[in-house]
């Protein structure tokens, strides 16, 4: 009877292993605060993509007569449940239609970031000393001007636009994955695999990348989504300052800034777009903790044995 049972259990254990998507889904399931973050977060993405093609009329089109609108009124249509701005345009429609400069903003600037101090990293952690001593001073001299200090006077000299957005946050970042993705080569380089990797005349190019990279990308990954937040939060916090995206591009940041005149008599034109920067930073973050735990072999007992234990 116990053969039996084993045995049918056992082309299903298999059958996880051999689908680490499923194996993803099944953990994520399991924790239900990570799912209702990325459920968010998709929710997110989806605004920022269809967002501009299904309401981008609507959150320009002005009505004086519904100007600073309450929230919850019904009267003007469905799009005013959150109230309307100065200009009478409806603040759900420009929510929904300034996620897509807010996320284009901030996953272009982390993209850039984590491939470029990424390969950099590599390059200082499996090059020589030499090499990898004059690839840190970069990272210190980036390092020495304070992030949002540098962006605000780079985008002082040259015009607010999204590209510009874009480089300088990226460059502000480079040394947080620079010095993760080092750190994580100079302990792997020293591993079993790599030395027999090296013995057998694999390539630098082969070692590096199939054999350091699939290592070291579960940490990398893990600080992008978190580094994520934190790049929305400086494009807001630039957007808020006037030195962001100006008018007529709309973000969230920038909706938080155009609204704090009329804070008194109408609050709510800048807190449903403050609401969504921090349910989106928070969501994120529950997000990253989950991956730290899921892209960690020796920690992913944790999200598996509840989903065990329950069944």
């Not at 953990?27 to 239900?32: H, P, Q, S």
């Not at 519904?66 to 109230?83: V, Y």
């Not at 449903?272 to 892209?295: K, Q």
């Not at 072999?297 to 069944?311: A, F, M, Y």
């Amino acid at each position: 009877m116990t053969e039996t049972v084993e045995s049918s259990q056992t082309p299903v254990l298999a059958e996880d292993e051999k689908n680490p998507v499923a194996r993803l889904l099944g953990m994520l399931w399991r924790d239900k605060f990570a799912l209702c973050a990325a459920l968010f977060i998709l929710l997110m993405v989806l605004c920022a993509v269809f967002g501009p093609l299904l309401l981008g009329d609507a959150a320009s089109h002005q009505n004086l007569r519904g100007r600073n609108a309450p929230p919850f009124s019904w009267s003007n249509g469905w799009l005013f449940i959150l109230g309307a701005d100065a200009l009478g345009r409806p603040l759900l429609a420009r929510i929904v239609v300034a996620a897509q400069n807010t996320m284009m903003v901030a996953s272009g600037a982390v993209a850039c970031s984590m491939i470029i101090g990424t390969a950099l990293g590599m390059i200082a952690g499996y090059a020589s000393r030499r090499v990898g001593e004059a690839i840190m001073r970069l990272a210190d001299v980036i390092m020495s001007f304070p992030s949002l200090l540098l962006a605000v006077i780079v985008l002082y000299v040259f015009a607010p636009s999204v590209g510009n957005l874009i480089v300088v946050l990226a460059i502000t970042r480079i040394p947080v994955y620079l010095r993760t993705s080092r750190a994580e080569v100079l302990e792997v380089r020293e591993r079993m695999f790599v030395q027999a990797a090296q013995v057998m005349g694999a390539s630098t190019g082969r070692i590096v990348f199939c054999h350091i990279l699939p290592v070291i990308m579960p940490t990398i990954v893990t600080i992008a989504t978190l580094d994520f937040a934190f790049v929305m939060l400086a494009e807001s916090s630039l957007s808020f300052l006037g030195i962001g995206i100006q008018s007529p591009e709309i973000t969230w940041g920038l909706m938080v800034s155009q609204g704090r005149s009329y804070l008194v008599h109408a609050w709510w034109l800048s807190f449903w777009p403050g609401l969504a920067i921090i349910l989106t930073t928070l969501s994120l973050n529950l997000l990253s903790n989950w991956l730290r735990i899921a892209l960690d072999p020796v920690q992913r007992w944790r999200l598996e044995i509840g989903g065990k234990s329950n069944d």
